[in-house]
């Protein structure tokens, strides 16, 4: 009964290594450790399997053949699963670390594995042909194991120490992460390989690196769950998650939230393609992950084209520097292959007070992002915001954050009116045709907060610029309220149905418009939120149900 104890000892590691095996196998793998990973299971599967076999025909065969050839197979796996292991732990290292010694260390260790399975199948052939006899069988194999057992600890070892020297070379956080979830997992291989070398009966050997595997897959699940896709930061879930802990663990200290949002990105998206806008979204996380490095500092894609940033324990001196030194290093960057790209980002901080919420700091460095991206590639702070009375202080007296209204007529007296009417709460531009209007739409973008857009103009009129705008996709970000003397019910039906969001007639009631105006603009930024809350919404559940899927189906 010997062996159903052996079996027993193994049945749980292995059933948990074929859910793991099963669930890897048809994933679309990325790199050369994931790879590896994905045939690990099975190969720690095999060598238990045949631990439980050699040592079940021990007891019930004698005839020397027999033994020897589950033997070799024994030693096969107990030296095969190690290697995989070394490979795996230098194929996830050399994604971040182009070092030719791991790759070196690696062709050493296959040198040695081969001399290793040349031993074990040397040494028992020479102690039965020596005179010992077929009593002696068990005793020369266990023996003849010895060099495949060391060698599986010398490799175990090897992952161990290529793990640890590359720990303190990594430059973020996720880097170093990653490297210590391999040297946690790379102890339990190690002491497994190590006691079961010295202590036969104690079967630790493919238990333990079961264990490592699990490790492993739990943690890459879990980074699934929590790490943005796309860019490899976090997601918005485990922001949300991350300052709950902070609030609840440390809510005493001083922490500053960041909020960036990259320009013009749906415009990269509509004239580039999604391809090169993705490109340039992780291009900015990569800036991001470079600027702060190891430092203590938690990066997270909020949705969309938009980033946050937790610094904790950060002066307002410190925290203006670092905002100014993203902004910079964003805007000067170039996005490989495409050097035509010039990226910019609007930002908004804050410095969170004594016992205050989550909501609202928030809620204030997302009124200052969007304060920033009216001029856009700007940064702005508390110490560059002053409120101008209004209950819900949004609104900004400096005039380099003020929204700009493009006016497009081409009498200039209505023009100086509507101007007259915007100036204290709005920048506005003004032009005279629609050729102008187009103009300064592809200069400006969505920098344009709004368009006041006459009918009847000399040359391109305004149906003529409602069709460009429609045909660019303008229309979807930049709203339009037509204005002019016009009141047949055609005009004003065919101005609805090219997309404007409002109809103004001459003469201009002050009031009226200032309403108007002020109304659409906050309705299109509202509605431009709820968008991107919704979309990362649907991504999340997309996320967690392929996640589900995936598990179940296996």
């Given amino acids: 009964m010997e062996e159903f104890k052996q079996l027993e000892i193994y049945l749980f590691p292995i059933v948990m290594l074929l859910a793991i095996g099963m669930n890897n196998w048809k994933r679309e793998e990325r790199t050369q450790g994931d790879r590896i990973f994905g045939f690990l299971p099975f190969l720690i599967i095999c060598m238990m399997g045949s631990d439980v076999t050699y040592h079940a025909l021990q007891l019930y065969v004698h005839r020397f053949t027999v033994l020897y050839a589950g033997y070799l197979v024994y030693c096969f796996f107990l ?30 260790m296959t040198g040695t594995a081969i001399a290793v399975v040349l031993l074990t199948v040397i040494i028992p052939w020479s102690l039965s042909t020596e005179g010992w006899g077929v009593h002696a069988v068990s005793y020369s194999l266990n023996h003849g194991s010895l060099p495949a057992k060391l060698v599986s600890i010398a490799m175990y070892l090897m992952g161990l120490i290529l793990t640890a020297t590359a720990y303190p070379k990594e430059v973020t956080k996720e880097g170093q992460k990653e490297t210590r979830y391999l040297l946690e997992a790379g102890v339990f291989s190690l002491v497994g390989g190590i006691v079961q070398s010295f202590a036969e009966s104690w079967r630790t050997g493919g238990p333990f690196v079961a264990l490592a595997v699990l490790f492993i897959y739990l943690n890459a699940q879990n980074r699934q769950i929590t790490t943005d896709g796309l860019t490899g930061l976090n997601n918005r879930r485990e922001f949300d998650a991350h300052l709950q802990r902070k609030i609840e663990l440390c809510p005493e200290h001083e922490w500053g939230l960041l909020m960036i949002d990259v320009d013009d990105f749906k415009r990269i998206n509509d004239e580039l393609g999604h391809a090169v806008g993705d490109e340039a979204l992780w291009h900015t996380a990569d800036i991001l992950r470079g600027v702060f490095g190891k430092d203590p500092v938690f990066l997270a894609r909020y949705g969309g084209d938009e980033f946050l940033l937790v610094l904790p324990g950060v002066t307002e001196v410190k925290f203006a520097g670092r905002l100014q030194e993203i902004h910079d290093k964003i805007h000067l960057a170039a996005v490989p292959g495409y050097a035509g790209l010039q990226l910019s980002v609007s930002i908004g901080g804050t410095i969170a007070g004594a016992d205050e919420t989550i909501g609202s700091v928030v809620g204030r460095a997302d009124r200052f992002m969007y304060q920033a991206k009216t001029r856009k590639n700007l940064v702005v702070t508390e110490s560059n915001e002053i409120k101008d009375g209004n209950a819900d202080g949004a609104e900004v007296n400096r005039d380099e954050l003020k929204q700009q209204i493009l006016i497009v007529d081409d009498a200039e007296l209505n023009r100086d009116i509507l101007a007259e009417i915007l100036h204290h709460d709005f920048k506005t531009m003004e032009v005279s045709s629609g050729e102008e209007c187009l103009s300064v739409l592809r200069e400006y973008g969505a920098g344009i907060s709004l368009v006041l857009l006459d009918i009847v103009m000399p040359g391109m009129d305004g149906f003529a610029v409602l069709e460009a705008m429609n045909r660019n996709h303008w229309i979807e970000d930049i709203p339009v309220i037509m204005i002019s003397s016009e009141e047949t019910e055609s005009y004003i039906r065919r101005a609805y149905e090219m997309g404007v969001s409002d109809y103004i007639s001459r003469p201009f009631d002050a009031k009226v418009v200032y309403r108007r105006v002020y109304n659409t603009i906050k309705l299109y930024a509202k509605q431009r939120r709820l968008i991107t809350l919704v979309t990362d919404q649907i991504r999340e559940k997309e996320k967690n149900s392929q996640i589900l899927i995936d598990i179940l189906s296996h």
């Fill in 79 to 108: 030296t095969a699963v190690p290697y995989a292991w070394l490979l795996y732990v230098n194929g996830k290292l050399s994604v971040r670390h182009n070092r030719r010694w791991t790759a070196a260390v690696c062709h050493v």
